[in-house]
């Protein structure tokens, strides 16, 4: 075939640029967040290896941080078709790779367009055929490509999304027991599944920080029960009566009841703890159903367009006088998790109760937090009607007016969580609630 002129190139020169593309393209991208170690061949199914950034532990300390492992693919077009060798993805007794991605490329210099599948997203979703003897990954273009949910809209989440996995990785594979009789988890406690990290609003608050506390808690109680465990060793292994009566009395310190009918380890640690666990089982299934439709980076960068958006009005307005307030219309795109149109403006108080007087409305105002929260109202299904007071003249440490707008746009106001909650009432109207309050 004959590659003069505008004439087609040869399939293997074709595939080796597409690849080529396709590492260069990987390698930028991963390089903003890793050290990127690179495979002269793809061994293991690793195009790249990388490595979080953690200064204080090396590749020869004792328990060493974990390697990513990458595999980039890159569809030249829509009949293109790539295998992962399922040995990749998933160890020997059946466990997924945490920390294997493939990252897959298509579209030309003036449209480039990137997809991230982790090795669960390839194990839950993509079925293995047998090639070439071995199992693998079968990986089509319109598997990849023709669907929303692995397309990377913002490349910083995504990273995110990789080293959250890394970090649990090194959790997973890095426990040690304090002694074979009574295993102890050294596990850390900040680790948790890299989902829980999504930005996504809760009625809980931080949930990784809540689920670290728990963990303290629990801690704190394992070392009760080790203590009692020793002391009671300890008895086992005693010849002496005295010595024994001695070591009885310590137990007692941890074991005896109240009434001092009967022995037992008091766990002090709050578990169970009902609003933690069900804001965090609705949080897993706005992740999952987000993500299974292809709008979690959409719905997680909403909240700051609307909090752009309402910066960019107020930013030359505040102070407000005490007697004014806003007054906003957004209409979205419930399906695309967008914003249609997005209308403001400064009214005195007394004409807002009147405007609602004349809809058979009335101002509630109310407090929570300190801050005044926005009184929201759907005027019909996708556009909400918000009312609040800014409260840049709250500001105590504010001297002036440039003191007073930086405060403002690095605070988070109720009212950006409080519209991003009624689009998450909208998809999932059994697990939200709305208005919240």
């Not at 693998?136 to 490509?145: A, G, M, N, P």
């Not at 640690?269 to 999952?288: C, M, P, Q, T, W």
């Not at 967008?338 to 058979?360: P, T």
């Not at 005044?372 to 005027?379: C, F, Q, T």
Request: charged share 30%; with cysteine.
């Amino acid at each position: 075939m004959s590659t003069a002129g505008g004439s087609e190139h040869p399939a293997w020169l074709k595939a080796n640029q597409n690849g080529s593309i396709g590492e260069a393209r990987s390698k930028a991208f991963l390089l903003d967040r890793f050290w990127v170690l690179e495979r002269s061949v793809d061994i293991d199914g690793a195009d790249f290896i990388i490595q979080r950034r953690i200064t204080s532990r090396n590749l020869f300390d004792r328990n060493p941080p974990r390697l990513g492992v990458i595999q980039v693919k890159f569809f030249g077009t829509e009949k293109t078709t790539h295998y992962v060798h399922k040995e990749y993805v998933v160890t020997h007794d059946g466990a997924v790779r945490s920390e294997f991605f493939l990252l897959c490329h298509s579209g030309g210099e003036e449209d480039p367009r990137l997809y991230l599948l982790s090795g669960k997203d390839l194990y839950e979703s993509f079925l293995t055929v047998s090639k070439k003897g071995s199992d693998r990954y079968r990986v089509s273009f319109s598997d990849v490509c023709e669907v929303d949910k692995y397309t990377v809209l913002n490349r910083k989440l995504a990273l995110d999304r990789i080293e959250n996995a890394m970090s649990l990785a090194d959790f997973a594979n890095n426990r040690r027991f304090m002694s074979w009789v009574l295993p102890y988890p050294s596990g850390e406690l900040d680790a948790i599944l890299p989902e829980y990290k999504e930005p996504i609003e809760n009625d809980w608050g931080d949930l990784p920080q809540a689920f670290i506390e728990l963990k303290e808690a629990v801690r704190s109680d394992l070392f009760r029960i080790e203590e009692v465990y020793e002391i009671l060793a300890k008895i086992m292994e005693e010849a002496d009566p005295m010595v024994v009566s001695d070591l009885v009395e310590k137990a007692a310190y941890f074991c005896r009841s109240g009434d001092g009918r009967g022995w037992g380890i008091s766990l002090e640690g709050d578990y169970d703890n009902e609003d933690f666990f069900n804001a965090s089982r609705r949080h897993i299934l706005v992740v999952k159903g987000l993500k299974e439709l292809g709008l979690l980076d959409k719905f997680i960068d909403l909240r700051t367009e609307i909090k752009t958006r309402v910066v960019a009005f107020l930013h030359d307005k505040l102070p407000l006088d005490a007697d004014k307030l806003h007054v906003f219309s957004v209409e979205f795109d419930i399906d695309q998790f967008s914003i249609a149109r997005f209308d403001s403006k400064i009214l005195r108080k007394e004409v807002v109760v009147k405007m609602l007087e004349e809809e058979g409305e009335e101002l509630k105002e109310g407090w929570r937090g300190g801050l005044e929260i926005p009184e929201l109202r759907e005027v019909v299904p996708g556009i909400l009607k918000g009312i609040w007071s800014p409260p840049g003249y709250h500001w105590g440490t504010a001297k002036d007016e440039d003191q007073t707008n930086d405060h403002f746009k690095a605070h988070d106001f109720p009212i950006y969580r409080e519209c991003v909650s009624y689009l998450l009432h909208k998809k999932f109207p059994e697990e939200f609630e709305w208005p919240p309050w």
